[in-house]
């Protein structure tokens, strides 16, 4: 079995050229896998069926290994079941059928509106570094971008006029955007500042060199700028949370938002909802005289 698993290793590295650092994770999910077979005497890939791997998933999720770990070991399993039947080494697929156990579901980190004012309501020097991230600030929270959608921002997407720009989002599906008053006026300042530095491209956020900033710079620039004046970490799709979740509160229109957001799936959408309730439930434990709890010693 193991001369079996190490032949796919070599399929991996070989024919797939996957990177090192994804043949290590599923020579190592798999390698769980080769344990079971050994300990339940299990002694080829063809006796391996569901129902084993049915109770290796249990085991796994048992023993505390997170919904996404059993996922991606199953995903592997399918991978090389794929191969072995390929091989004609095996008929059949064990993780067929087969989903990992639902996690619970994490709700994303946002900042609260007073606390998005102050990120963005402090004074801006008049200078190109400053005026910059500024803008970036303003445009992922006015606008709901994603990190790559900013990073790929070319001037020619930007209607400053109207108010609108148009990101290339996942799929290469393209969609136009509002973008708010305060987030305009923070990019017609960081454009007058751009061409000092002789832009190689037509890329809207650029270095002092005048090269494209990549996705490390700006994630970079943004933590910086929370803990400057948040004290606090921040990241980009912080930002894009903030965004959703601030409009939903606002116009209940779930369907609005995963229009800008660009969500191919509504479920993906309604994370947001989940924040709203809990905000609701907050204000309601705080608030209302039958939700207070009384000390238990009285």
């Known amino acids: 079995m193991e001369r079996q698993l190490d032949a796919y290793c070599t399929h991996l590295r070989s024919e797939r050229q996957v990177s090192s ?3 290590e994770a599923y020579r190592r999910d798999l390698s769980k896998v ?3 077979c050994e300990k339940q005497h299990i002694e080829s890939w063809k006796a391996l069926d569901v129902q084993s791997m049915r109770s290796l998933v249990s085991r796994l999720h048992q023993d505390g290994q997170s919904s996404r770990s059993i996922a991606r070991l199953l995903s592997a399993v399918r991978g090389f079941y794929h191969y072995l039947n390929r091989e004609g080494l095996c008929e059949h ?28 309501e402090g004074g801006v020097e008049d200078e190109f570094l400053a005026r910059r991230d500024h803008a970036i600030l303003e ?24 108010g609108l720009v148009e990101v290339l989002g996942k799929g290469s599906k393209t969609r136009v955007l509002p973008v708010g008053r305060k987030a305009r006026e923070a ?7 751009r061409v000092l530095a002789n832009p190689l491209d037509d ?11 990549g996705p490390r710079s700006i994630q970079l620039r943004v933590k910086a700028a929370g803990e400057r004046e948040l004290g606090q970490n921040l990241h980009p799709h912080m930002l894009r949370h903030s965004f959703a979740s601030h409009l939903l509160e606002s116009s209940q229109d779930l369907r609005g938002v995963q229009e800008l957001l660009g969500h191919a799936d509504i479920t ?21 005289p039958r939700a207070k709890r009384k000390d238990p010693s009285e």
């Open 187 to 193: 990019l017609d300042a960081w454009l007058k500042q």
């Open 21 to 23: 650092h994804t043949l």
């Open 203 to 213: 890329a809207v956020f650029i270095s002092q060199q005048g090269r494209r900033l």
């Open 268 to 288: 993906t959408t309604q994370i947001y909802t989940h924040l709203d309730f809990q905000h609701l439930a907050t204000v309601y434990d705080s608030a209302h």
């Open 34 to 36: 080769l344990g079971f």
């Open 139 to 162: 445009l992922f929270y006015s606008s709901g971008l994603r990190l790559s959608e900013l990073t790929g921002l070319n001037c020619a997407q930007l209607d400053l006029a109207d």
């Open 93 to 120: 697929d064990p993780a067929n059928g087969l989903s990992p156990p639902k996690g619970e579901r994490r709700l994303p980190k946002t900042l609260d509106a007073d606390r998005a004012l102050q990120l963005l």
